[in-house]
């Protein structure tokens, strides 16, 4: 009458491929509850249909290598960040399935003030809280859920209310927000209690993908080695002192599809991208000026103006319209430090204003060619300061144009000015942004006139240098 079946969920990975692992077993000690509640989440995943919309937020903690194990969309968070990052990702994708996993250091301790807000928000997430009273990974240390009296690496005479404070019961602290849709919590314990869980999981799921709203499992777990303890003893640990503690039930059970932003049908996949290694980045075929975006990278060592360089470019781009980003990254050296700059130019919304790929790249020096220029997408441009680039890359599939910046810029009176006669070089070859709104960008910043003078006799000069 019934057919027993063993076997791993289909969005399982085959084997979970990672640097020196036994691509065989997961990372969890025995006992751990990360592991079943994985295979519930994946086992629900599976039954839903939804392993094609799902993006699982792998967190900081023992479960931060989720993403080896379960075939799914996957993103991994800064430590807390999740609540945020879920948020960001559902709004923007709404037919997908978001599911924040956190343990109670990432949840209640670093990330506390952005589950609070998400909760508060009523976001359409699914978030799974995986409470084992310690922060597992980093040896076993308090965390804002640890009971009262528990030894843990810093709590080593038993946490106590006087010095520690109470333990922190997160569900309770929800369900006095009027966001929320959903607040279960459970315990991976004896049988009947893993069915529980089983369909709170599912529960969990379904709410979001009918729109209900915010939802959260809290999970008691055991963490047998962080506590010391056997996995038998672990787990009559939960029951003996973490259940009483923080006591199972469902804490708010309603339906918020009428007030929260409606859930549409399944996205569609994401159209493919039309630079190489699979980011939108400058479409280096497109005649000059007719772009879609641009993804550009100027770098050089500080004190070469590659910031202001820029500054310069992006500013005139606002002026001009465009959706703009400017990214700065640079050494804590005054002087004499690596220096670079991202910026993207865009007809429509930025999605990331990160560039690994860059369609163009300004090379200010030697270092910078060696480390950016193999990154150019293919069909991409390079422009270089000639006066200090010896060595060009060997790459026929981009353009390279060679600017003597600083002989330019000396033979106007202002060595210092070089940066923006390769500003100029690199307007003049690509249309990018006009001459006269970088001019009108940097009077309107209330740049001094004389040095907005001499800012654009160095990118004139730069335009003629490539007209030639
Ligand atoms: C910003 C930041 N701070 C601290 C850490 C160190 N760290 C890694 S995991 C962790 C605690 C995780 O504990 P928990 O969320 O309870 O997960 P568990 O490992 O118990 O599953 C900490 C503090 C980090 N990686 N990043």
Known sequence: MFETKYGRAACFYDKFERKNGDPEVTTYCPGCGHGVLHKM?????????????????????????????????????????????????????PGSVVISYQGDGDLAAIGGNEILHAANRGENITVFFVNNGIYGMTGGQMAPTTPLGQKTTTSP????????????????????????????????????????????????????IDGKGFSLVEVLSACPSGWKASPPDAIRWVEQNMVPVFPPGVFRDIDRSGDIRPSPAPAQPAPATEAAGGEAASAPAAPAGEFKEIALTLSGFGGQGVLFAGVSLAEGAVHEGLETTWIPSYGPEMRGGTAHCHLRLSREAIASPLITRPGHVIAFNQPSVEKFA????????????????????????????QVPAYEIAE??????????????A???????????????????????????????????????????
Do not use: W
């Open 374 to 401: 193999p990154a150019i997408v293919p069909g991409g441009l390079l422009v270089v300061n000639s006066s200090l680039v010896k060595g060009l890359p060997d790459r026929q599939d981009i353009r390279v144009v």
């Open 411 to 424: 033979g106007l009176g202002n060595p210092k000015a070089a940066n923006m006669v390769l500003v100029g």
């Open 41 to 93: 989440i994946a086992e629900a995943i599976d039954d839903f249909g939804i392993a094609d919309r799902t993006i699982l937020l792998s967190p900081v903690g023992c479960a931060v290598f989720m993403y080896y194990y379960l075939d799914v969309g996957n993103i991994q968070v800064s430590h807390g960040r999740s609540p945020a990052v879920a948020t960001g990702v559902k709004r923007v994708r």
């Open 157 to 208: 005479r038993g946490r106590s209310f006087a010095v520690e404070g109470p333990p922190m019961r997160v569900c309770e602290l929800l369900a006095t927000l009027d966001g929320p849709a959903y607040i279960e919590r459970v315990a991976l314990t004896d049988a009947k209690n893993h069915m529980a869980t089983r369909k709170a999981v599912r529960k969990a799921l379904q709410n979001q």
């Open 426 to 468: 690199y307007i003049e070859v690509t249309k990018a942004v006009g001459a006269k709104s970088i001019h009108d960008a940097l009077v309107e910043k209330g740049v001094k006139a004389k040095l907005v003078e001499a800012n654009m006799q160095a990118i004139e000069a730069g335009r003629r240098a490539v007209r030639k």
